[in-house]
């Protein structure tokens, strides 16, 4: 997980291996992008990417601000990465005024990406999740219940894996398992007496 953690550092692994460029926290924004990051708005969170000065330019015509693209502070990309605080409080303010769903909407009919930001609850409640039959039911037998739990995510030939089983209950293969290493009946009768392990 490490390794993998480091790989997905892409241009920010780049600039400290190359440049010995070490990059400070941003958040969820580009060290080289800007803007390119989430903002908050009236009722929740989106993320707007605005990779060249043309997705910048139809950004400022979806917040009804062309003005700010004329400015010459954010002409380009690289004047925007300097002026990142000032750029980015104009932003903020007017991403307020709206809901995330109308920033997503309006985002559509222009080159800029926006993507909201969604709970836990909107995640599972996604198209995507519903078509991919991510949540699975399984029975727990011994409380006697049905529990949800999250499927695998990688379908094979279009089949899901059918490996669902329910989380044990504490004890619930002891036996099964000192028996699988050798233990015999007596052992294991004599380590539960003695309180060293549990029998569900």
Same mark, same amino acid.
């Given at each position: 997980?490490?390794?993998?953690?480091?790989?997905?550092?892409?241009?920010?692994?780049?600039?400290?291996?190359?440049?010995?460029?070490?990059?400070?926290?941003?958040?969820?924004?580009?060290?080289?992008?800007?803007?390119?990051?989430?903002?908050?708005?009236?009722?929740?969170?989106?993320?707007?990417?605005?990779?060249?000065?043309?997705?910048?330019?139809?950004?400022?015509?979806?917040?009804?601000?062309?003005?700010?693209?004329?400015?010459?502070?954010?002409?380009?990309?690289?004047?925007?990465?300097?002026?990142?605080?000032?750029?980015?409080?104009?932003?903020?303010?007017?991403?307020?005024?709206?809901? +995330?769903?109308?920033?997503?909407?309006?985002?559509?009919?222009?080159?800029?990406?926006?993507?909201?930001?969604?709970?836990?609850?909107?995640?599972?409640?996604?198209?995507?999740?519903?078509?991919?039959?991510?949540?699975? +039911?399984?029975?727990?037998?011994?409380?006697?219940?049905?529990?949800?739990?999250?499927?695998?995510?990688?379908?094979?030939?279009?089949?899901?894996?059918?490996?669902?089983?329910?989380?044990?209950?504490?004890?619930?293969?002891?036996?099964?398992?000192?028996?699988?290493?050798?233990?015999?009946?007596?052992?294991?009768?004599?380590?539960?007496?003695?309180?060293?392990?549990?029998?569900?």
């Amino acid at each position: 997980m490490f390794s993998t953690q480091l790989s997905m550092l892409v241009n920010v692994a780049s600039n400290y291996l190359n440049s010995e460029i070490i990059a400070k926290p941003l958040g969820s924004s580009h060290l080289s992008i800007v803007p390119y990051q989430a903002f908050k708005t009236a009722d929740g969170y989106i993320v707007i990417a605005a990779n060249n000065d043309g997705q910048f330019w139809d950004l400022c015509e979806a917040l009804g601000w062309p003005w700010l693209a004329s400015n010459p502070m954010f002409s380009t990309n690289e004047l925007r990465v300097d002026n990142r605080d000032d750029l980015l409080r104009h932003l903020d303010e007017r991403f307020l005024e709206e809901t +995330t769903e109308y920033w997503a909407n309006i985002s559509k009919s222009y080159s800029f990406t926006a993507t909201p930001i969604n709970n836990v609850q909107q995640a599972f409640e996604h198209p995507q999740a519903v078509h991919s039959n991510i949540v699975k +039911t399984v029975y727990n037998e011994s409380d006697n219940v049905n529990i949800k739990v999250v499927g695998h995510p990688v379908k094979f030939n279009g089949n899901d894996p059918d490996c669902y089983n329910a989380p044990p209950s504490l004890g619930q293969h002891t036996v099964e398992v000192l028996q699988e290493l050798g233990y015999s009946s007596e052992e294991i009768s004599d380590l539960n007496e003695r309180n060293i392990i549990q029998i569900g």
